[in-house]
Structure formats: C-alpha cells, structure tokens
C-alpha cells in the first residue's frame, strides 16, 4: 500500500537578550514548533485478532505535534565561573498524537474478510479498534531553577571544590480522548491528565573537585513517578512508573599532557524501575533492574 501525504508549516521564532546589570542578563524567546510523527505510527498497516475481538491500525494521514512556546529567564553571573538562573516556560500544545478505540463492525474497518477465517467471529460483530489519531493537546507550562557553584572562596585544596544543582517543576494538562463515535469521529469518552512520560518534578546535583591533575564528581538524579500510557488494561485507568533516584560518580586522572586515566560508576545504589497500572490502586506491572555499570578509560591526545 502506498500512501502520499504533504503539509507544510511556518515555524518563525525570536530570541532577545538584555543586559540588565554586568552580570544580570534576562531573556525572552518565542516559537512556533512542531514535532512529526514516528516512522511506525505513519505506516498503512493494521492488524486484528478474530479471536478477541481486537484490532489496531497506524495512520498514514496523522498530522504533526504542533505547539506554541515562550520562554523568559533570569540569569546572574554573581562571581567568575558561578552562575544562578530561574526560567518559566509554557506550551500550548495544540495537536497531539494518542491511540484512540472505537467499537466497529468488523465489514466497516475496509479489511479483507479472509481476515476472519479459522475463527467464529463474522463481519457484522463489534471489535474495538485502535488507531493513532490526532487529538486535541493542552497547557504545558514550569519553573527551572539552575546553580552553578565554584566554592574558590574555601582555603586551601579545598578551593577546587564546587557544586551544581537543578530543579524543574512542569504542570501539564492534556485532553486525552478515550473512545470515539465510529459514525461521526467525535468524541464519547475522555479526560484530563498530564503529560505522558512527562515528571512533573526532576531535580540533580553534583558535587566535585577539580585540579590541573585530578577530577572527580558525584550526580544524583531524582524523577519523580510519571505517567506511561493512557488509558491502562482494563479496569485501569493508566499505567505508571514510580520516582527514582540514581546516583553515579567518575574520575579522572592527568598522567601528563597526552595521556588521561578514566573511571565511572553508573547507578551506585543499584535502583531499579518500578511500573504499574491504576493510579490509585498502583498494581504492579514489572519491575527493571539495570545494574551498577562500571566503566575504565585511557584517553590518548597527540
């Protein structure tokens, strides 16, 4: 099956800088973005399982994620190498993309009814279909706070030391549609949720030491639980992951000019990825180990 498709858009966007003090700049930005759908989910393909009564379809006609966005942050240089910033962002995401379920005759999908065959379901019967759409999106909007620290005031080795930190806090609100009229493609059934895949709190921090010879650095990254998929399995209103925090560190080592010793270790605590389905009930789903990771390095320069 072959499928043409074409769209265009105007994407223009601005970005100011002002110098408020020396060492206090403030900006704006504003933009008009777009995001294209997935390779998979433009493929004229569908499938359908006779035996439950299931079906799902990619959409060659989806259009882009399209969405609006501003900007604005302040930024203070307070000392050589330190920088402390707060931004706020919003998006107006107008088009999304999201899987939406229909209950249709099976002679109404405009798939071959040889499809049927070795099962007990017939044409006129009721599957309920999948099939990527475009949707209404919703608000998006947040904080951002960032610190970049050299403590070169402390006396001493203990001047190389410094830290880093960064904290984002984001609210979303997306209109998710849930089930469609199969006659008319409005809407049946929906609701109100953030953003999949979206924390609405992540924060890291890094502390580190750093001479002409030696480097070394600890992270930790908290994310808060997040939503995965709307809706969930039956009886679900949607499935989750739970909050996480990982914790890495690295060093390095200069033998002279040339030559640079390297040493990590990702996800010290050895945390794991917990999912689940119902928000309210949290039923586990699966659990993910990943494992601490160690890695050694020698880094050449001629």
Known sequence: TTVE??????????NVAIDLTSNLIGRLSAARVMS????????????????????????????PIRANTF?????????????LSVAYFHKDIETYIQNTNQLVPFRDLNLPLSLLSNSTASPDELFNFSRSNNTPGGPLSGVEVNLQLPLRFLPGFLSNLGVLGNFTRVRSNINYILQTDPATGQPTLARTAPLVGLSPE????????????FSIRSTVNYRAGYLTGIPGPQDSDANGATSSIFVDASASYNINENIKLIAEVSNITNEQNNLYTDTMRQDPLYTSYFGRTFALAVNFQF
């Open 5 to 14: 498709r074409s769209y265009e858009d105007w994407l223009p966007s601005a």
């Open 71 to 83: 900007d604005a942050a302040l930024e203070w240089y307070f000392a050589p190498g330190s920088l």
């Open 36 to 63: 294209r759908p997935s390779y998979g989910q433009l493929i004229p393909s569908a499938s359908v399982n006779a035996v439950i009564r299931t079906g799902s379809a990619s959409n060659p006609f989806l259009d």
């Open 202 to 213: 992540t924060a890291s921090g890094t502390v580190y030491y750093e001479d002409d010879r």
